[in-house]
């Protein structure tokens, strides 16, 4: 009986601590990355008194992958922020510019 009661724990554990990992793939984190950068430049701007506004929301990223007769396909919000400081009349290219610098 000890035996099962250990396996049990161990399987829990196991799932647990699985399932806390979420992998993050590079685009990701270069998403993260420039949409911190966008609101930090924009609340320094705001702080200065400079009137505009900013705005953190997401994206979606669809990616898809065949094995044969069969498709995966996933959908992910990524980081996405647009800035009235920075983007220049042009909603969300400060994001899309730091992204194509990191990528």
Not at 32 to 60: F, H, N, R
Not at 70 to 99: H, Q, V
């Amino acid at each position: 009986m000890k035996l099962g009661k250990l396996l049990a724990a161990a399987t829990v554990l196991t799932i647990t601590a699985c399932a806390g990992k979420v992998e993050k793939d590079p685009q990701y984190v270069a998403a993260e990355k420039c949409a911190d950068l966008v609101i930090i430049k924009s609340k320094a701007l705001a702080e200065k008194g400079i009137s505009g506004k900013y705005v953190l929301t997401s994206k979606l990223r669809t990616t898809s992958t065949s094995d044969g007769p069969f498709t995966s396909t996933k959908i992910r919000g990524i980081p996405y922020a647009t800035s009235t400081f920075l983007d220049n009349g042009n909603e969300g290219s400060a994001w899309r510019k730091c992204m194509g610098q990191k990528l």
